[in-house]
T-cell receptor, first 118, second 115 residues
Framework: AQSVAQPEDQVNVAEGNPLTVKCTYS??????LFWYVQYPNRGLQFLLK??????LVKGSYGFEAEFNKSQTSFHLKKPSALVSDSALYFC????????????????FGAGTRLAVHP | NAGVTQTPKFQVLKTGQSMTLQCAQD?????MYWYRQDPGMGLRLIYY???????DKGEVPNGYNVSRLNKREFSLRLESAAPSQTSVYFC??????????????FGEGSWLTVV
């Protein structure tokens, strides 16, 4: 079965420092991977996705993610964190189309809370 | 530029009461979804509608029903609310494609408390 794991419940980083939010996945077939961000009392906002091609994917708000097939990881990164980046981050993988009628249902990780301190 | 709109934003129900969460999208998407979010569990799929006229169960469908009213609207009904259904509910939509890389767009959420 497809699954995604976010091993850290919370990540703390000082403003201006680089940040990494970790994600590992388990899929059969080609992985389609996504990152979403959720600010307090808001819906999820799409940040970026990996479908195919370059392993380094650039997204919104200066975020990027690196797809690593050998380590089955898709870590989210940003070179210089902002206090406004503090939010809940979700990694997601597309469900196996064989079991979902070919349509892209997402399976989400439990989320990682990012706290950026001034 | 509304995207996905869901109502109500907040609701308190008594155990056994029924209610319907409404959702509409203006992006001409074929697929729509209902997720619930609980602390430490991420988002779990309740039901989805791959296209107008079809609905299918997700991971946690028990206690819920859905209606795909038309291409724009996808409602979620709790027939007899239980405290275990206290959660934040998100409606979402996307293009329908067997290529599967389409982005799913989410509404702002509905906070439901069952007492």
């Amino acid at each position: 079965a497809q699954s995604v794991a976010q091993p850290e419940d919370q990540v703390n980083v000082a403003e201006g420092n680089p940040l990494t939010v970790k994600c590992t996945y388990s899929v059969s077939g080609n992985p389609y991977l996504f990152w979403y961000v959720q600010y307090p009392n808001r819906g999820l906002q799409f940040l970026l996705k990996y479908i195919t091609g370059d392993n380094l994917v650039k997204g919104s708000y200066g975020f990027e993610a690196e797809f690593n097939k050998s380590q089955t990881s898709f870590h989210l990164k940003k070179p210089s964190a902002l206090v406004s980046d503090s939010a809940l981050y979700f990694c997601a993988v597309r469900d196996n189309p064989t079991f979902s009628g070919g349509y892209n249902k997402l399976i989400f990780g439990a989320g990682t809370r990012l706290a950026v301190h001034p | 530029n509304a995207g996905v709109t869901q109502t109500p934003k907040f609701q308190v129900l008594k155990t056994g009461q029924s209610m319907t969460l409404q959702c509409a999208q203006d992006m001409n998407h074929n697929s729509m979804y209902w997720y619930r979010q609980d602390p430490g569990m991420g988002l779990r799929l309740i039901y989805y509608s791959a296209s107008e006229g079809t609905t299918d169960k997700g991971e946690v469908p028990n206690g819920y029903n859905v209606s795909r009213l038309n291409k724009r609207e996808f409602s979620l009904r709790l027939e007899s609310a239980a405290p275990s259904q206290t959660s934040v509910y998100f409606c979402a939509s996307s293009e329908a494609s067997r290529a599967g890389g389409n982005t799913i767009y989410f509404g702002e959420g509905s906070w439901l408390t069952v007492v």
